[in-house]
């Protein structure tokens, strides 16, 4: 059973810098392509980024772009998010997710990932 494990998460001050990670287990991810995505209160789920697990296919969202990176440990099992110079808007829950059949151009969509983790808050203080 894949099971996504996220952690980092935490209160910081505007301007800081936070290290998401998302640990996998339960199947061999090689092919899978894997996200994160974010959820403010009262909005929709948000994609943030994407990568496989070889580094490559690596996609932001355009307003991301130049503060946050995305990035894979294969041989923990283990994606990355790396955020800098933060601001109040990027107050939310980051899930990341797992893509079993890789989507292709659909890799901003959450409903082509299969797996979720159970998300962690990130707070951002100004």
């Known amino acids: 059973q894949v099971q996504l494990v996220e952690s980092g998460g935490g209160l910081v001050q505007a301007g800081g810098s936070l290290r998401l990670s998302c640990a996998s287990s339960?199947?061999?991810?090689?092919?899978?392509?894997m996200g994160w995505f974010r959820q403010a209160p009262g909005k929709g789920r948000e994609f943030v980024a994407t990568?496989?697990?070889?580094?490559?296919?690596?996609y932001y969202a355009g307003s991301l772009k130049g503060r946050f990176t995305i990035s894979t440990d294969s041989a923990k099992n283990t994606v990355y998010l790396q955020m800098n110079s933060l601001n109040t808007e990027d107050t939310a829950v980051y899930y990341c997710?797992?893509?079993?059949?890789?989507?292709?151009?659909?890799?901003?969509?959450?409903?082509?990932?299969?797996?979720w983790g159970q998300g962690t808050q990130v707070t951002v203080s100004s």
């Open positions: 997710a797992a893509d079993r059949d890789y989507s292709g151009a659909y890799y901003y969509r959450p409903d082509v990932y299969e797996y």
């Open positions: 339960g199947d061999t991810f090689s092919t899978y392509a």
């Open positions: 990568i496989n697990w070889s580094g490559g296919r690596v």
